[in-house]
């Protein structure tokens, strides 16, 4: 285990742990030696030897702050020591050798080499270990070659040591980063996900109220005009508009249901409330007949399979345009058709005559080209099941929208119908 690799591991601070390795190596710089029973004796210790013996180590628990200052330091400190003779050569006749100053340039080489980039510890390593040798070669006559291929293999070593935990440190590091990149994106893809969430239930939201709400205001309107005259068929209209709240309010809690945040509805988070398909549009149909709107409903051509999401975007594509045509264009005529092309296509069209004289719309609202935000969603609804949508005035008066999805084959044995009312099995 590397010196990095004991302090990530621990979680100890680098301070302390330099600070405990300068308290060791100068506790052993401050050793006395013995005199070596061969070669030239040692110098006594002296005021000089202590202060070189503190500068050989104290310096090393500030090498994080000042880290080439401070291997400078040692190796001059132990370079004086061995050249005043207060210490022995790292190879020589004396058994009694103290190893801890040599041991300090060490540590300063291989914290070095872990904290600085690779061209500064590329420069220490080709400028320190030659020097070092060299005066190795020269201090010790009778051991040149010795000394100095010891403290070059120390510190090459010492310094490959470095390298290695600093390129331990390097894919950790980037490790981390790594992790905190994706975990950021995972966090991006979560809000866009709720973001896209929210706009799917603000679309259909649109289209229940918009829908729901506006029926039942010409409804209101239609009921107090007949009040007076035709009780029974005014009676009527109470119903449906009794009926059509209960259908916008159920249709809301199947929405909203999706939003439950206790426990039993948490293990699914998947569930989606039931969605309209085609065999709804026959109701759809109804509701807007029942709010005075003649409407002519067809389906022409051989049915095929269509995705779920297709369906969804059919149905709400004909409700907001005969929506649009009950609060625009008020009481007209109305066609709706569906074209199950040879093509592979299914074609929707929803066309209407446009406000006759006397006609006032029946609910209140902007022109045709106000409701551009209902057009929007329906483009968009369309698009995102790889279809297209065209809407805007008729050349001899009303408005029209059309639009064309793909489809999937035809199923051996759907046996759909081709005529109104049809609804899927």
């Known amino acids: 285990m590397t010196y990095l690799d004991s302090i990530a591991r621990r979680r100890v601070p680098q301070a302390v742990v330099d600070t405990v390795m300068a308290l060791l190596v100068t506790v052993g710089a401050l050793a006395v030696p013995a005199q070596p029973p061969a070669g030239p004796p040692l110098a006594d210790p002296d005021t000089l030897r202590l202060l070189l013996a503190l500068l050989s180590g104290l310096p090393l628990a500030v090498h994080r702050k000042w880290p080439l200052p401070v291997l400078l330091t040692v190796a001059v400190a132990v370079g004086a020591l061995q050249a005043y003779d207060y210490i022995p050569p790292p190879v020589g006749p004396s058994?009694?050798?103290?190893?801890?100053?040599?041991?300090?340039?060490?540590?300063?080489?291989?914290?070095?080499?872990?904290?600085?980039?690779?061209?500064?510890?590329?420069?220490v390593v080709t400028a320190v270990v030659p020097a070092v040798a060299v005066a190795e070669a020269l201090m010790e006559p009778g051991f040149r070659m010795a000394n100095a291929a010891?403290?070059?293999?120390?510190?090459?070593?010492?310094?490959?040591?470095?390298?290695?935990?600093?390129?331990?440190?390097?894919?950790?590091?980037?490790?981390?980063?790594?992790?905190?990149?994706?975990?950021?994106?995972?966090?991006?893809?979560?809000?866009?996900?709720?973001?896209?969430?929210?706009?799917?239930?603000?679309?259909?939201?649109?289209?229940?109220?918009?829908?729901?709400?506006?029926?039942?205001?010409?409804?209101?309107?239609?009921?107090?005009?007949?009040?007076?005259?035709?009780?029974?068929k005014a009676h009527e209209l109470h119903h449906a508009i009794e009926q059509t709240g209960r259908a916008a309010v159920e249709e809301l809690r199947r929405l909203l249901h999706v939003?439950?945040?206790?426990?039993?509805?948490?293990?699914?988070?998947?569930?989606?409330?039931?969605?309209?398909?085609?065999?709804?549009?026959?109701?759809?149909?109804?509701?807007?007949?029942?709010?005075?709107?003649?409407?002519?409903?067809?389906?022409?051509?051989?049915?095929?399979?269509l995705p779920a999401g297709s369906e969804l975007a059919v149905y709400r594509v004909a409700q907001e345009a005969l929506t649009n045509t009950l609060k625009h264009a008020g009481h007209t005529r109305a066609r709706l058709s569906l074209d199950w092309g040879p093509d592979r296509s299914l074609t929707v069209r929803v066309c209407d005559d446009g406000r006759q004289a006397g006609n006032v719309p029946a609910a209140p609202g902007p022109a045709v080209g106000g409701a551009c935000h209902g057009l929007v969603g329906m483009r968009e609804r369309i698009a995102a099941v790889g279809g297209s949508l065209h809407a805007g005035p008729r050349p001899g008066g009303g408005f029209c929208v059309h639009a064309t999805v793909p489809v999937c084959p035809v199923r051996a044995g759907n046996g759909r119908g081709t005529t109104e009312g049809d609804q899927r099995p």
């Open 259 to 305: 939003l439950r945040t206790d426990e039993n509805e948490d293990g699914d988070p998947s569930r989606q409330p039931p969605q309209p398909t085609l065999g709804d549009i026959p109701q759809l149909v109804e509701s807007v007949r029942t709010a005075g709107l003649d409407i002519d409903f067809t389906s022409t051509g051989e049915p095929a399979e």
């Open 95 to 123: 058994r009694t050798s103290v190893g801890a100053p040599y041991l300090g340039v060490a540590s300063a080489v291989l914290l070095t080499a872990v904290r600085s980039s690779r061209r500064v510890a590329t420069a």
């Open 150 to 232: 010891a403290m070059v293999i120390l510190l090459v070593a010492a310094w490959a040591l470095g390298r290695l935990s600093g390129a331990r440190k390097a894919m950790a590091q980037d490790a981390v980063e790594k992790a905190a990149a994706l975990a950021r994106e995972q966090h991006a893809n979560a809000r866009a996900a709720v973001a896209q969430e929210r706009a799917r239930i603000a679309r259909e939201l649109h289209d229940i109220v918009a829908h729901n709400v506006s029926l039942m205001v010409v409804q209101t309107i239609a009921a107090d005009r007949v009040q007076d005259r035709h009780a029974a």
